[in-house]
């Protein structure tokens, strides 16, 4: 098939590799334009970007597509199918029509539940237990469309999103590449989203990432793990008299009352019910160290987290 691939990060670098390993013809690829990025801001091609370079496909990076010489482009393309993941964005509607076939999406999430920006950390931030990735067919409306292929997974109590993304990225480009072969044998049917049990992955706020550790310490371990490693949860301590905001990228529950915020042994902190215990934290200006390294180089440490 003649095929427009739109995406960007990382997470849609396999998909648009199955693609092509699956012997379609990949006419363009459209993504995020190069930003700045690093110390010296020199632009940055996306994963997608690059990737695309490689296998010497054409690459679009218009800013958007709802000007009528942009669509008149992608329409030129006479693609039988566009396949979107993780583009960045909206696709009116003569986009949306322009393929023979339409537009697929691989969504990462078990519609309709997260649906919008950011489905990964919302599941793992929420709790839940499971999720999945599905190959869904695009419409207007946000991540409303019908849904063709799913695949469940199950999030372990202590996965961070990081392992997550990571896990979902090889099983919905094996997943796609599954969907486009069942399109090629008319196999392919697709299943209207069920009108109960929608909610919204909103884009995760700078806001939401210090850690209240006046919350239980269930929320706290699924804020931690939801947000590592990106943008990663954060507190602030009190270092041989210096303030220093510290991430906490991996966490366990641990024993633990008292005064939330009192940090014990191990650097166990206990919360408005219950404990965590950090496993794995970063220090402003520097990497990532698990917490026995963070407590021998910490100095003269506060006893309570803020």
Not at 149 to 173: N, R
Not at 261 to 279: E, K, P, Q, Y
Request: hydrophobic share 45%; aromatic share 6%.
């Amino acid at each position: 098939m003649r095929i427009v691939f739109m995406g960007t990060p990382e997470f849609a670098v396999p998909t648009l590799t199955e693609i092509v390993a699956g012997g379609h013809e990949v006419v363009a690829v459209y993504t995020r334009a190069p930003k700045p990025a690093g110390r010296g801001q020199a632009e940055r091609k996306s994963p997608v970007h690059e990737a695309a370079e490689g296998f010497g496909i054409p690459v679009f990076t218009p800013k958007s597509l709802k000007g009528e010489a942009e669509q008149a482009e992608f329409a030129a393309h006479d693609a039988d199918l566009a396949v979107v993941v993780a583009y960045g964005l909206l696709l009116p509607k003569p986009i949306l029509d322009a393929p023979r076939l339409g537009c697929l999406n691989l969504h990462g999430s078990l519609l309709p539940r997260w649906r919008g920006a950011a489905p990964i950390q919302r599941a793992v931030m929420a709790g839940d237990a499971r999720t999945g990735v599905i190959v869904m067919q695009m419409e207007e409306g946000l991540d409303t469309g019908p849904m063709g292929l799913i695949e469940e997974m199950a999030i372990g109590p202590d996965m961070t999103s990081g392992e997550l993304h990571d896990q979902m990225m090889v099983v919905g480009a094996d997943l796609m590449g599954r969907a486009l072969a069942a399109i090629e044998r008319g196999s392919l049917h697709f299943t209207p989203q069920p009108e109960d049990g929608a909610t919204y992955a909103k884009k995760i706020e700078k806001a939401e990432a210090r850690i209240d550790w006046s919350r239980p310490a269930t929320e706290v371990h699924n804020l931690i793990r939801g947000l590592s490693p990106f943008p990663g949860a954060w507190f602030e301590l009190d270092l041989n008299g210096v303030p220093v905001r510290i991430k906490a990228l991996r966490s366990t529950f641990a024993e633990g009352s008292g005064v939330p915020g009192t940090i014990g042994d191990n650097l166990t902190i206990t919360c408005g019910s219950g404990a965590v215990r950090l496993v794995t934290v970063q220090r402003e200006g520097k990497g990532a160290m698990d917490a026995q390294t963070f407590l021998r180089g910490a100095g003269t440490l506060a006893r309570v987290a803020g």
